[in-house]
T-cell receptor, first 114, second 114 residues
Protein backbone atom coordinates (compact mmCIF):
# COMPACT_ATOMS: atom_id res chain seq x y z
CA UNK A 1 0.00 0.00 0.00
CA UNK A 2 1.07 3.53 -0.61
CA UNK A 3 1.91 6.12 2.05
CA UNK A 4 2.30 9.89 2.05
CA UNK A 5 4.53 12.09 4.15
CA UNK A 6 4.09 15.82 4.52
CA UNK A 7 7.10 17.47 6.08
CA UNK A 8 5.58 20.54 7.66
CA UNK A 9 2.64 20.26 10.02
CA UNK A 10 2.36 24.00 10.60
CA UNK A 11 3.56 26.83 8.40
CA UNK A 12 3.16 30.52 9.14
CA UNK A 13 3.87 33.07 6.43
CA UNK A 14 3.25 36.72 5.79
CA UNK A 15 1.16 37.86 2.85
CA UNK A 16 3.09 38.01 -0.44
CA UNK A 17 5.62 35.46 0.76
CA UNK A 18 6.39 32.46 -1.41
CA UNK A 19 5.12 29.05 -0.37
CA UNK A 20 6.43 25.56 -0.79
CA UNK A 21 4.86 22.60 1.00
CA UNK A 22 6.67 19.30 0.85
CA UNK A 23 5.10 15.96 0.01
CA UNK A 24 6.79 12.63 -0.47
CA UNK A 25 5.12 9.34 -1.23
CA UNK A 26 6.08 5.73 -0.98
CA UNK A 27 4.85 3.21 -3.53
CA UNK A 28 6.53 0.74 -5.81
CA UNK A 29 4.50 1.48 -8.91
CA UNK A 30 2.89 4.28 -10.85
CA UNK A 31 0.79 6.72 -8.88
CA UNK A 32 -1.51 9.63 -9.41
CA UNK A 33 -0.98 12.57 -7.07
CA UNK A 34 -3.28 15.22 -5.68
CA UNK A 35 -3.30 18.25 -3.46
CA UNK A 36 -6.52 19.02 -1.63
CA UNK A 37 -7.28 22.16 0.37
CA UNK A 38 -9.63 22.38 3.31
CA UNK A 39 -10.66 25.86 4.40
CA UNK A 40 -11.75 26.24 8.02
CA UNK A 41 -14.96 24.34 8.62
CA UNK A 42 -15.29 23.29 5.02
CA UNK A 43 -14.88 20.18 2.89
CA UNK A 44 -11.94 18.97 0.89
CA UNK A 45 -11.50 20.70 -2.45
CA UNK A 46 -9.18 19.58 -5.21
CA UNK A 47 -6.37 22.07 -5.87
CA UNK A 48 -4.54 20.19 -8.56
CA UNK A 49 -3.63 16.72 -9.75
CA UNK A 50 -0.93 14.89 -11.65
CA UNK A 51 -1.52 11.82 -13.78
CA UNK A 52 1.16 11.89 -16.47
CA UNK A 53 2.92 14.20 -18.89
CA UNK A 54 4.35 17.55 -17.88
CA UNK A 55 5.56 17.12 -14.29
CA UNK A 56 4.74 20.75 -13.53
CA UNK A 57 1.01 21.04 -13.04
CA UNK A 58 -1.00 24.17 -12.44
CA UNK A 59 -4.07 24.26 -10.30
CA UNK A 60 -6.62 26.73 -9.09
CA UNK A 61 -5.88 29.95 -7.20
CA UNK A 62 -2.34 30.26 -8.52
CA UNK A 63 -1.05 27.02 -7.04
CA UNK A 64 1.28 24.68 -8.87
CA UNK A 65 3.08 21.46 -8.03
CA UNK A 66 6.03 19.63 -9.47
CA UNK A 67 6.29 15.87 -9.65
CA UNK A 68 9.89 14.68 -9.30
CA UNK A 69 9.81 10.95 -9.87
CA UNK A 70 13.39 10.33 -8.75
CA UNK A 71 12.63 11.93 -5.40
CA UNK A 72 9.10 10.53 -5.02
CA UNK A 73 8.05 14.11 -4.36
CA UNK A 74 5.11 16.31 -5.31
CA UNK A 75 5.71 19.67 -3.66
CA UNK A 76 3.08 22.40 -3.74
CA UNK A 77 4.12 25.96 -4.53
CA UNK A 78 2.66 29.42 -4.81
CA UNK A 79 4.78 32.48 -5.60
CA UNK A 80 2.81 34.95 -3.49
CA UNK A 81 0.34 33.86 -0.83
CA UNK A 82 -2.73 35.73 0.31
CA UNK A 83 -4.50 35.84 3.64
CA UNK A 84 -7.32 33.82 2.07
CA UNK A 85 -4.92 30.91 1.54
CA UNK A 86 -5.09 30.13 5.25
CA UNK A 87 -6.25 26.52 5.29
CA UNK A 88 -5.23 22.90 5.76
CA UNK A 89 -3.46 21.35 2.78
CA UNK A 90 -3.44 17.61 2.16
CA UNK A 91 -1.29 15.72 -0.27
CA UNK A 92 -2.87 12.47 -1.48
CA UNK A 93 -1.83 9.56 -3.64
CA UNK A 94 -3.58 6.71 -5.38
CA UNK A 95 -2.06 3.80 -7.26
CA UNK A 96 -2.55 4.11 -10.99
CA UNK A 97 -4.93 1.15 -11.00
CA UNK A 98 -6.94 2.55 -8.12
CA UNK A 99 -6.04 -0.27 -5.78
CA UNK A 100 -5.82 0.55 -2.06
CA UNK A 101 -7.82 3.72 -2.56
CA UNK A 102 -6.84 7.33 -1.93
CA UNK A 103 -4.34 7.86 0.86
CA UNK A 104 -3.84 11.22 2.52
CA UNK A 105 -0.85 12.76 4.23
CA UNK A 106 -1.23 14.19 7.72
CA UNK A 107 -1.81 17.66 6.33
CA UNK A 108 -0.10 21.04 6.66
CA UNK A 109 -1.84 23.82 8.52
CA UNK A 110 -0.97 27.03 6.70
CA UNK A 111 -1.55 30.36 8.40
CA UNK A 112 -1.08 33.56 6.44
CA UNK A 113 -0.60 36.66 8.52
CA UNK A 114 -1.83 39.96 7.08
CA UNK B 1 -22.53 20.66 -11.91
CA UNK B 2 -24.01 18.30 -9.36
CA UNK B 3 -21.77 17.50 -6.44
CA UNK B 4 -21.70 14.93 -3.69
CA UNK B 5 -24.50 15.68 -1.26
CA UNK B 6 -24.32 14.74 2.39
CA UNK B 7 -26.94 15.06 5.05
CA UNK B 8 -27.27 16.25 7.66
CA UNK B 9 -24.57 18.92 7.76
CA UNK B 10 -24.46 18.91 11.53
CA UNK B 11 -25.59 16.31 14.04
CA UNK B 12 -25.45 16.28 17.80
CA UNK B 13 -26.01 13.01 19.60
CA UNK B 14 -25.58 11.74 23.11
CA UNK B 15 -23.34 8.85 24.11
CA UNK B 16 -24.79 5.43 23.34
CA UNK B 17 -27.24 6.86 20.82
CA UNK B 18 -27.31 5.92 17.15
CA UNK B 19 -26.77 8.11 14.10
CA UNK B 20 -27.34 7.70 10.38
CA UNK B 21 -25.43 9.74 7.85
CA UNK B 22 -26.48 9.91 4.22
CA UNK B 23 -24.50 10.42 1.05
CA UNK B 24 -25.76 11.03 -2.48
CA UNK B 25 -22.97 10.59 -5.03
CA UNK B 26 -22.49 12.45 -8.25
CA UNK B 27 -24.85 11.03 -10.90
CA UNK B 28 -23.31 8.10 -12.79
CA UNK B 29 -20.66 7.60 -10.12
CA UNK B 30 -20.83 3.98 -9.05
CA UNK B 31 -18.42 4.02 -6.11
CA UNK B 32 -18.85 5.66 -2.74
CA UNK B 33 -16.21 6.11 -0.05
CA UNK B 34 -16.57 7.12 3.59
CA UNK B 35 -13.82 8.95 5.46
CA UNK B 36 -13.60 10.08 9.08
CA UNK B 37 -11.62 13.19 9.99
CA UNK B 38 -11.03 13.80 13.68
CA UNK B 39 -10.09 17.27 14.98
CA UNK B 40 -6.73 18.25 13.53
CA UNK B 41 -6.35 14.89 11.82
CA UNK B 42 -6.08 13.74 8.24
CA UNK B 43 -9.03 11.92 6.69
CA UNK B 44 -9.06 8.22 7.52
CA UNK B 45 -10.68 5.76 5.15
CA UNK B 46 -13.58 3.84 6.65
CA UNK B 47 -15.29 1.84 3.93
CA UNK B 48 -16.23 1.90 0.26
CA UNK B 49 -18.94 0.46 -1.95
CA UNK B 50 -19.07 -0.38 -5.62
CA UNK B 51 -22.31 -1.27 -7.32
CA UNK B 52 -24.02 -1.69 -3.95
CA UNK B 53 -21.45 -4.16 -2.68
CA UNK B 54 -18.77 -3.44 -0.11
CA UNK B 55 -15.51 -3.17 -2.01
CA UNK B 56 -12.94 -2.16 0.57
CA UNK B 57 -12.78 -1.78 4.31
CA UNK B 58 -10.55 0.49 6.32
CA UNK B 59 -10.55 1.48 9.96
CA UNK B 60 -14.28 1.26 10.48
CA UNK B 61 -15.31 0.24 14.01
CA UNK B 62 -17.57 -2.76 14.44
CA UNK B 63 -20.20 -0.41 15.87
CA UNK B 64 -20.52 1.19 12.44
CA UNK B 65 -22.10 -0.29 9.36
CA UNK B 66 -22.84 1.05 5.94
CA UNK B 67 -24.60 0.14 2.76
CA UNK B 68 -25.20 1.40 -0.74
CA UNK B 69 -28.69 1.36 -2.15
CA UNK B 70 -30.07 0.74 -5.62
CA UNK B 71 -30.02 4.47 -6.39
CA UNK B 72 -26.31 4.48 -5.37
CA UNK B 73 -26.82 6.62 -2.32
CA UNK B 74 -25.09 5.34 0.78
CA UNK B 75 -25.81 5.45 4.48
CA UNK B 76 -23.37 5.14 7.36
CA UNK B 77 -25.02 3.79 10.49
CA UNK B 78 -23.30 4.39 13.78
CA UNK B 79 -24.45 2.77 17.00
CA UNK B 80 -23.41 3.01 20.66
CA UNK B 81 -21.85 6.35 19.95
CA UNK B 82 -18.78 7.33 21.94
CA UNK B 83 -17.27 10.73 22.60
CA UNK B 84 -14.36 9.78 20.34
CA UNK B 85 -16.71 9.41 17.40
CA UNK B 86 -17.02 13.18 17.25
CA UNK B 87 -15.55 14.04 13.88
CA UNK B 88 -16.22 15.24 10.38
CA UNK B 89 -17.48 12.42 8.19
CA UNK B 90 -16.85 12.81 4.51
CA UNK B 91 -18.38 10.91 1.69
CA UNK B 92 -16.70 10.84 -1.71
CA UNK B 93 -17.70 9.34 -5.01
CA UNK B 94 -16.03 8.30 -8.22
CA UNK B 95 -16.54 6.32 -11.37
CA UNK B 96 -14.77 3.08 -10.59
CA UNK B 97 -13.08 2.95 -13.96
CA UNK B 98 -11.68 6.40 -13.27
CA UNK B 99 -11.15 6.10 -9.50
CA UNK B 100 -7.46 6.73 -9.90
CA UNK B 101 -8.34 10.14 -11.31
CA UNK B 102 -9.38 11.17 -7.82
CA UNK B 103 -12.50 11.42 -5.77
CA UNK B 104 -15.03 14.20 -5.39
CA UNK B 105 -15.83 14.92 -1.79
CA UNK B 106 -19.04 16.08 -0.20
CA UNK B 107 -19.24 18.88 2.34
CA UNK B 108 -19.23 16.43 5.20
CA UNK B 109 -21.35 15.80 8.25
CA UNK B 110 -20.02 17.16 11.50
CA UNK B 111 -20.99 14.76 14.25
CA UNK B 112 -20.70 15.87 17.83
CA UNK B 113 -21.23 13.30 20.55
CA UNK B 114 -21.94 14.74 23.98
Amino acid sequence: AQSVSQHNHHVILSEAASLELGCNYSYGGTVNLFWYVQYPGQHLQLLLKYFSGDPLVKGIKGFEAEFIKSKFSFNLRKPSVQWSDTAEYFCAVIAAGGADGLTFGKGTHLIIQP
Amino acid sequence: AAGVIQSPRHLIKEKRETATLKCYPIPRHDTVYWYQQGPGQDPQFLISFYEKMQSDKGSIPDRFSAQQFSDYHSELNMSSLELGDSALYFCASSDRDRANYGYTFGSGTRLTVV
